[in-house]
């Protein structure tokens, strides 16, 4: 299996969902990164992550 760009999202997905379920305090940090990372990629400051 080639992974692609179109696959990081649900690997990530599942990877968190995993985590959460493991360290349930863990939600708030997840959370957080994301939207953070989100933020920056869409404002072009991480053009390196831009699809």
Known sequence: ???TAA???AIV???AGILI???PRLLNFIVAIYLI???LI???FLRVFHM
């Open 1 to 3: 299996m080639v992974i």
């Open 7 to 9: 696959h990081v999202p």
């Open 13 to 15: 997905a599942l990877i």
């Open 21 to 23: 379920l493991i360290m």
């Open 37 to 39: 990372v989100v933020g």
């Open 42 to 44: 869409g404002l072009g």
